[in-house]
């Protein structure tokens, strides 16, 4: 009776031993956490600013009977373009050559059911871009500019220096309005902002410039009038708050 005692005694251990260590091992239930309240909105702003910079395109066009004859007539206008530009104030830097071509002049002859082509000589187009910061007399630029021998005047377009401040600014106002969307929402959920979650940049239409693609002609008692209008950047935001 002792050894089944004994052999009774150590058998109930080692499976109170085994019982202990399979619950040990055991997954404990996990407790719900309480997930926090958010809600996302967009906002989206949309600043605009005088413009203080101004992109204009400047050019000769030139023809001649030859390759060579065409090429002289345009440098020696173009060299008087800019040496004008210069003079008017607009630095090296700011000048900057933005296209160049040589291609020849042909006349087309049908005759009967053929069609035929005999070269007429050559065209040559120089074009340089210029930045100005002098907006107000940007007319009389244009105007004198085309005396000094420029008779091609396109790609006008403005700008403003200080492109940091603007976007500032537009991200400033966009979260507001995506904040005030959400506390509309909260409102009615009959409840409150209590803070933001997350917070992100979703898209920008970045500067919109007014574009002038043509001018008319110099006139000699008036100059050319110029409008730089606005500048405007749309900017959109994407934010999570949590509320309560």
Same mark, same amino acid.
């Given at each position: 009776?002792?050894?089944? %005692?004994? %052999? ?22 996990? @407790?719900? $956490?309480?997930?926090?309240?958010? #809600?996302?909105?967009? +906002? ?19 023809? +001649? ?8 007539? /345009?440098?020696?206008?173009?060299? @008087? ?9 607009? *630095? ?11 291609? =020849? ?14 070269? &007429?000589?050559?065209?040559? *187009?120089? &074009? ?8 107000? /007399?940007?007319?009389?630029?244009? !105007? ?11 790609? #006008? ?11 500032? !600014? ?8 995506? @904040?005030?969307? $959400? ?15 997350? #917070? ?9 410039? #007014? ?7 110099? !006139?000699?008692?008036? /100059? &050319? =009038?110029?409008? =730089? +209008?606005?500048? @405007?950047?749309? /900017? ?9």
């Amino acid at each position: 009776m002792q050894h089944r %005692y004994k %052999y009774g005694s150590m058998l109930l251990v080692t499976l109170l031993l085994v019982l202990f260590v399979g619950m040990l091992g055991a997954p404990v239930p996990a @407790q719900t $956490a309480e997930v926090g309240k958010t #809600i996302t909105t967009y +906002g989206e702003a949309e600043v605009s600013v005088a413009p203080d910079l101004a992109h204009i395109t400047f050019g000769v066009e030139a023809e +001649g009977s030859s390759a060579q004859g065409a090429l002289e007539a /345009n440098a020696t206008k173009m060299t @008087q373009m800019i040496d004008f530009l210069k003079e008017y104030g607009i *630095s090296d830097s700011a000048i900057r050559t933005s296209g160049f071509s040589l291609y =020849p002049n042909y006349e087309y002859i049908r005759e009967g059911n053929k069609e035929s082509r005999r070269l &007429t000589g050559y065209r040559v *187009s120089n &074009t340089v871009s210029i930045q100005t910061k002098d907006l107000k /007399n940007l007319g009389q630029l244009i !105007d004198k500019t085309v005396q000094a021998g420029a008779n091609v005047v396109s790609g #006008i377009s403005f700008g403003v220096q200080n492109t940091e401040r603007l976007e500032l !600014d537009a991200l400033e106002l966009a979260v507001k309005h995506a @904040q005030n969307k $959400a506390e509309a929402l909260a409102k009615a959920a009959k409840g409150n902002i209590v803070g933001i979650v997350t #917070i992100e940049e979703v898209g920008s239409s970045g500067f919109e410039p #007014i574009r002038m693609e043509k001018l008319r002609a110099a !006139d000699e008692a008036a /100059n &050319t =009038p110029i409008e =730089p +209008g606005q500048i @405007q950047l749309t /900017n959109k935001v994407k934010v999570t708050f949590s509320y309560n």
